[in-house]
């Protein structure tokens, strides 16, 4: 199923609760398929040839000839943290230690044509968290994700590479090397791509969903304020992870998308110890809100909420609403709105949800 074309997770879940079962889906006709939530007749006719065509054995037998397993989401080693997210990977492609993707995790991500400033810092915090027991995730990319890389291998730790196309597709080649040593420290290397799959701009942002999905948190080293770190970063407020971000200089273009990110609620850190005391503020707080509510008095010290955001927070519910509504009753333009449902995401007033609905967070 993995290798149907524009087969994603959300429409194998679809066809799993219309039809009882993935396996079932392959007896389907083409008019049982038609009436698959979100499948046209377009769509219906290329899945009902697809489905009956494509094989996995060769699949798996290039699979085990280059000592790479695939993990699906109805095996027992698929990671727990990933499969809570929207669209989880139907199959994963896996080079290395598959135990490795349930550890608990940071992901450092940032631009690629970082600062010195930014690969020192890159290097350092991957180097102080792989050190301190933490799975380092990054996407093997040139600038702060091989920084970050390569301070995990350098301390002896964990990391994980989530890459933009297939495994015999190693982008970019030049990290082939730092691949390796990852592995040989324990760590993974994955794809959700079938093999052959070369990386595109279409792959990327796609994998930025499973880098922050494999995390709790989120750490934004450098970025510019348009680059793709701010699509992950997007993704991990879809998916309820921390975020946190280093500051750099004032004038430095590199920096911007932090400062920003800061200015809207990210944890500002300076010490892989600023990063360790976000996670475990965040899950004591997960602990406790499932244990029981805590006094007022224990409470923590909530942001303070501008008029603009108390104006979008008062029409959502804890059900969710459509963000066009949340435009119309608030009565800001659309792109104001949607600015200020970031920075309630980073403050963790809201939540997303699926179908383009926000609500707002239960106490």
């Not at 499969?83 to 940071?106: F, N």
């Not at 690629?112 to 350092?124: E, K, L, M, W």
């Not at 297939?166 to 760590?187: H, Q, T, V, Y």
């Not at 909530?302 to 979008?312: G, I, N």
């Amino acid at each position: 199923m993995n290798r149907v074309t524009g087969l994603g997770a959300i429409t194998a879940k679809r066809m799993a609760e219309r039809f009882g079962s993935l396996a079932a889906a392959f007896d389907a006709s083409e008019s049982d398929l038609r009436a698959v939530t979100g499948i046209g007749p377009d769509k219906a006719q290329q899945f009902w040839s697809d489905l009956r065509q494509v094989r996995a054995d060769d699949e798996l037998a290039r699979a085990a000839k280059k000592g790479v397993r695939l993990v699906t989401w109805e095996d027992p080693g698929y990671p727990t943290l990933l499969k809570q997210i929207a669209d989880p990977p139907l199959v994963l492609y896996v080079a290395g230690a598959v135990e490795a993707l349930d550890s608990l995790a940071v992901a450092i991500i940032g631009t690629r044509r970082p600062t010195v400033y930014g690969r020192d810092c890159a290097r350092r915090f991957g180097y102080q968290l792989a050190s301190a027991g933490y799975m380092v995730v990054s996407g093997l990319a040139l600038g702060i994700d091989t920084e970050a890389h390569t301070g995990a291998v350098q301390a002896k730790g964990v990391s994980v590479a989530v890459l933009g196309g297939a495994l015999d597709c190693l982008f970019p080649k030049e990290n082939a090397g730092l691949a390796r040593s990852m592995i040989d420290c324990g760590g993974a290397v994955v794809s959700e791509y079938p093999f052959g799959r070369q990386p595109d701009r279409q792959t990327f942002p796609m994998r930025n969903r499973i880098v922050s999905g494999l995390s709790k948190g989120v750490l934004v080293v450098e970025a510019p304020l348009n680059s793709g770190t701010m699509i992950t970063v997007n993704q991990a407020l879809d998916q309820n992870r921390s975020v946190m971000a280093v500051p750099g200089r004032i004038d430095s273009p590199a920096s911007q998308g932090c400062h920003k990110l800061l200015r809207e609620g990210a944890r500002l850190v300076t010490c892989a110890d600023d990063v360790i005391e976000e996670l475990q503020d965040l899950m004591a707080g997960m602990r406790q809100a499932s244990e029981a509510r805590p006094a007022p008095a224990e409470r923590p010290p909530e942001p303070v909420l501008t008029p603009e955001e108390r104006a979008v927070l008062a029409q959502l519910g804890v059900d969710g609403v459509p963000v066009d509504e949340v435009v119309r009753a608030s009565g800001l333009d659309a792109g104001k709105v949607n600015a200020l449902l970031v920075g309630l995401q980073i403050k963790r007033y809201v939540r997303v949800l699926p179908g383009g609905r926000v609500a707002r967070r239960s106490v």
